[in-house]
């Protein structure tokens, strides 16, 4: 049973639009969620993440927010650019410093110039 | 600077065969992650190693075995390799006492025949 679920297996966005990717989860003892991003060939990277005390967290073009009575969070970028090109992981862990992680299944993001 | 070191990039063998996946982590980084990511599918936590001791262990098969090293490097030995084993292999590292994130490797590709 997928405890993470990222229903879109793919977003295509317009360079310069906001991306949204969304991340579900079932288990409500999950209390840190992360976002690691990937390109073919390389292994993910940490992108952002957010702590279950918190209900919004910002970076820069990424701000991650997190709705714990719906067990959701997402994922936004904003403008999105090309480079952002990628799959996107939501993954989520038990503990504040995001070891054991539990992965979603990913969100391939295309960005068109 | 330096990142997760994984070696093989591409490995190929064929069923009932043995694998040795190696990974070296970032300097300092005291903790071993483990993941498989099968095609099309999420990546599975495998197993941890903190100061080279098992510390956390998830879907592992009995026929995988790993350990970390004195100098922390680690290796995953898979025996009795099948199809199913096809997969891409992750290793990350972290810093857990200082409660860093996860730093991912590019992973080895092992395609089994």
């Known amino acids: 049973d997928q405890q993470v679920k990222q229903n879109s297996p793919s977003l295509s966005v317009q360079e310069g639009r906001i991306s949204i990717l969304n991340c579900d989860y079932t288990?409500?003892?999950?209390?840190?969620f992360l976002w690691y991003k990937k390109y073919p060939a390389e292994g993910p990277t940490f992108l952002i993440s957010?702590?279950?005390?918190?209900d919004k967290n910002e970076d820069g073009r990424f701000t991650v927010f997190l709705n714990k009575s719906a067990k959701h969070l997402s994922l936004h970028i904003v403008p999105s650019q090309p480079g952002d090109s990628a799959v996107y992981f939501c993954?989520?862990?038990?503990?504040?410093?995001?070891?054991?992680?539990?992965f979603g299944g990913g969100t391939r993001l295309m960005v068109k110039p | 600077a330096a990142g997760v070191i994984q070696s093989p990039r591409h490995l190929i063998k064929e069923k009932r065969e043995t694998a040795t996946l190696k990974c070296y982590p970032i300097?300092?980084?005291?903790?071993v992650y483990w993941y498989q990511q099968g095609p099309g599918q999420d990546p599975q936590f495998l197993i941890s190693?903190?100061?080279?001791?098992?510390?956390d262990k998830g879907s592992i098969p009995d026929r995988f075995s790993a350990q970390q090293f004195s100098d922390y490097h680690s290796e995953l030995n898979m025996s009795s390799l099948e199809l199913g084993d096809s997969a891409l292999y992750f290793c990350?590292?972290?810093?857990?006492?200082?409660?860093?994130?996860?730093?991912f490797g590019s992973g080895t590709q092992l395609s089994v025949l």
């Open positions: 993954a989520a862990s038990f503990n504040n410093a995001g070891n054991m992680l539990t």
């Open positions: 300097p300092r980084h005291d903790t």
């Open positions: 288990n409500s003892m999950f209390d840190y």
């Open positions: 957010i702590s279950s005390i918190k």
């Open positions: 990350a590292s972290s810093n857990r006492d200082r409660g860093e994130k996860l730093f």
């Open positions: 190693f903190y100061e080279k001791m098992q510390s």
